[in-house]
RNA sequence: GGAGAGGUGGCAGAGUGGUCGAAUGCGCGGGUUUGCUAAACCCGUGAGCUCGUAAGGGCUCCGCAGGUUCGAAUCCUGUCCUCUCCGCCA
């Protein structure tokens, strides 16, 4: 969330973000409840005054009469501080709820736009569109998976439901290797590896903008408990730091975390959801920065270009979009997603996002750093990117693997943790 | 799951319902002394909000949420977490 202060110095430009960011919140409320509150607030704490003042006069009491006198005058007072704070606290909860509505700022080189109609592509990757010739009908990867026994989404409906699925054979070492190639970079790159839990407390999802309940939810909650299945690791690895204040000199703090994700796909029905593009569950492994605020622009770029070089080396083409206002998602200031192209569907399909949400989630987590030997603590920056999505990566990496004899090749990158570098029967 | 114990400042660790935002030690910052370093000594050292140009003042916070009371770190209830023992189990 947004600083209430920021909000109050900066009305337009907050309005004109939820406008562009496509967000209706009453700003103009927020200011009136955050006016009042400050008032209401001054007058409580000269009401908390004057009843320590009292409280610590009864002591020093002489008589049994005095005594009784300033017992009954700190009743007045303590009546008149549950009536003031019963305001407060119903003040308190409306603004509350529009403050959490209130997107995060944009960064100024976003493009402004309603929805993904206005991404602007930034660049490509290495990897040319596949050449295959004429006539040559590649199959997607549902086809491929058939022919080589790679996925049973019948087994998986039958046990769970739609959107599930069974890996099998050479998929499953897949999965393994690719989570292994993606772990091993980041490590080298500085990053702590973390497998982390696939549930998390109600209040976590919160923290890290995830709203575990409502129409709208993309999020499974588990029945009589505060848990949740995490949609990505972003949530779990988030938590990690809420309430807490670090030592500035321990940052930037690089995690990255494996889970499986959960996800209802509510309302998803009908979109683009062929085979393993949109499932109720898979794994991820994400990448999970903290840092200073002055970092933040530079990790950003840092995130992008370790997707990009998973992706260049997965030998996948791609195309990296700057995600627009409008379609932004309210923790972000600014978003980068990399689509890959995927043959089956014959155009790109989002595989990896990264985000930085300065201190807008660090705000409503607590996630603190304090600078020696300096007063006070800030907010520390966050930000998030997948590595890798091992649904739609598999995906890719199946479909744009295959030959015109019906094989399919594995990337080179991966042939070090693969008994086999090709499919085929 | 059952039975106990406990959660206090960066850490360790005191704390009869009023004089406790909190002793003491360590750590940390500054200073004195000293060829340098160390030791010793002295001073300072939590966070948030708020009033004030400033000096300084006020409020809140002793896991969290409630309650009792004129007054709660201290009493009561609930809750979460940690530890020990038992049971169960990959």
Redesign the pocket.
Known sequence: MLDR?FILENVDAVKLNCKNRNVVADVDRFVELENDR?VK??E???L??E??????S??KCKTQEERDA??DE??V??DKIAALQQELKTLETEQSAIQRGIPNMAHPDCPIGDDDGANTVVCYGKTPLPKWSEGFKPLDHVELAEKYDLIDFEGGARVAGAGFYFLKNEAVLLELALEQFAINKLVKKGFTPTITPDLAKNSVLQGTGYIPRGNETQIYTIENTELSLIATAEITLGGLLADE?IDSERLPLKFCGVSHCFRTEAGAAGRASRGLYRVHQFSKVEMFVFCLPDQSEAFHEELLGIEREIFDELEIPYQVVDTATGDLGGPAYRKYDIEAWMPGRNTYGEVTSTSNCTDYQARRLNARY?V??E????YLHTLNGTAVAISRALLAVLEMGQQEDGTIVMPNVLRPYLPFDRIAR
């Not at 009843?51 to 610590?56: E, G, H, P, Q, R």
């Open positions: 202060k400050r607030q001054r409580l704490d000269s908390n005054q009843s320590n003042v009292i409280a610590k009864i002591g300033k017992k700190g009743r007072v303590r204040t304090k020696k030997g007063k006070g603590a800030h």
